[in-house]
């Protein structure tokens, strides 16, 4: 079963511009990470936040986390026609062996 | 370089037919997972694996199965029981520290019926 759900479903903006992408999940996280796939490639780790912490900044990228409101997001600052990509959010619930829950992703394309 | 392999990039399978995919990591990774990725579906995971000989169902096993010999390698068969395997198919590793840590994934195979 899928726990994190991404939105917008889809996003397209000006180079230049920033990006938010949000996502929300069900029960319980010990960490929230988000991926990038680039059309016909595997996913690509961005980054990865862990439940105490609120904020996190990796180069252009900026994450939240409100674990009260079970919800987490995702700006890219400055955004590049190479940014074009999906965009996915995945919870370790710390439950079970089997991993991460991956949501269903925000397709961004921006334009140049 | 250090990475998973997936092969082959693209695989057409005959009705009836069983069809094995590969997957290689030289990451000296503990766990190996298989996932499905359909148009807006995101991933779902088929099955996976923490340890060599041991492999456990993931959501969507039926029609799917794998094997653990070596630790470099999780191989997944697409059975004729399958009814719907067009997709795109993910293998990712992770090392230690836990399930819950980021995922390396391949670039894929994309499976299509004749």
């Known amino acids: 079963s899928q726990q994190g759900e991404e939105d917008p479903q889809a996003l397209s903006i000006q180079e230049g511009e920033n990006a938010t992408m949000n996502c929300s999940y069900k029960?319980?996280?010990?960490?929230l990470q988000w991926y990038r796939q680039n059309s016909g490639r595997g996913l690509v780790h961005l980054i990865l936040?862990?439940?105490?912490?609120r904020e996190k900044h990796s180069g252009r990228l900026r994450v939240t986390l409100d674990t009260s409101k079970k919800s987490s997001s995702l700006l890219i600052t400055a955004s590049r026609a190479a940014d074009t990509a999906s965009y996915f959010c995945a919870t370790d619930d710390g439950g079970g062996a089997d991993g991460l829950t991956f949501g269903k992703g925000t397709h961004l394309i921006i334009q140049p | 370089d250090g990475g998973i392999t997936q092969s082959p990039k693209y695989l057409f399978r005959k009705e009836g037919q069983n069809v094995t995919l590969s997957c290689e990591q030289n990451?000296?990774?503990?766990?190996m997972y298989w996932y499905r990725q359909d148009p807006g579906q995101g991933l779902r995971l088929i099955y996976y694996s923490q340890i060599v000989n041991d492999f456990q169902k993931g959501d969507i096993a039926e029609g799917y199965s794998v094997s653990r010999e070596k630790k470099e390698s999780f191989p997944l068969t697409v059975t004729s029981a399958q009814k719907n395997p067009t997709a795109f198919y993910l293998c990712a590793s992770s090392g230690t520290g836990g399930p819950g840590q980021p995922q390396h994934f391949g670039d894929g195979t994309r499976l299509s019926i004749l």
């Open positions: 029960t319980s996280i010990n960490n």
């Open positions: 936040i862990r439940s105490n912490e």
């Open positions: 990451l000296n990774h503990d766990a």
